[in-house]
């Protein structure tokens, strides 16, 4: 007797198995989020963060609601962005690793400073970062499943070198290089405008 034949997916989970299938598909930059209240320290690692706009420069990144970054950086009014460079997939673990110690514990050993932003110091900035920003809050915005912390920043600084990706589902280095620079659409060379954003 033949095995009995596997159930199709129900119609909901599909869905959300071709949503997620769509979502891995998104390359994106990975950075460290820090925040400081008094002696009390936090930091998570993210995969959303974007420009919201540019004058003045405001940044944003979701987080899960009830988070202690998003805790801390309302109590203070302030949070930093460590941009993580390709060499530095084990911190993005680390930050992202539930069971590390809390506070302060989270950035023993580590290589951090805090940032200049604050009389009292401000939110620890992490050594080897491509970029740190420091930000004064602009907002907490509930949506959906998620909340939109929104950060003006205050200061800025990069460093250079090649970023950390998340792709898939995994931490990637990236292999940086330019496209062929015969690349057309319809016949036409098409001008890119990601760095001044498009209006169209």
């Keep these: 007797m033949s095995a009995p034949a596997a159930a199709p997916p129900r119609p909901a989970a599909a869905r959300r198995s071709r949503r ?76 992202a690793d539930s069971a590390r110690p809390k506070g302060r514990a989270q950035f023993d050993g580590l290589d951090w400073s805090p940032g200049a932003d604050h009389a009292d110091g401000g939110a620890p900035l992490l050594g080897g970062a491509v970029a740190h920003l420091s930000c004064r809050l602009a907002g907490c915005v ?32 990236p292999v940086l290089r330019e496209p062929p620079p015969d690349g057309t659409l319809h016949g036409k060379q098409g001008d890119y405008e990601g760095e001044r954003g498009s209006t169209r």
Excluded: K, M
């Design 20 to 95: 997620n299938a769509v979502l891995r598909s998104i390359a994106s930059g990975v950075a460290v989020l820090t925040a400081r209240s008094g002696e009390r320290l936090h930091g998570t690692t993210v995969s959303t963060l974007t420009s919201v706009s540019r004058d003045p420069l405001i940044v944003g990144v979701c987080l899960r609601p009830g988070s202690v970054l998003a805790e801390l950086a309302q109590q203070e009014g302030r949070f930093a962005v460590n941009v993580l460079g390709s060499e530095q997939a084990a911190l993005a673990r680390w930050f």
């Design 142 to 173: 509930p949506v959906g499943d998620h909340e939109v912390l929104l950060g003006r920043v205050v200061a800025a600084a990069a460093q250079g070198g090649e970023p950390l990706l998340s792709y898939a589902g995994g931490l990637h280095a």
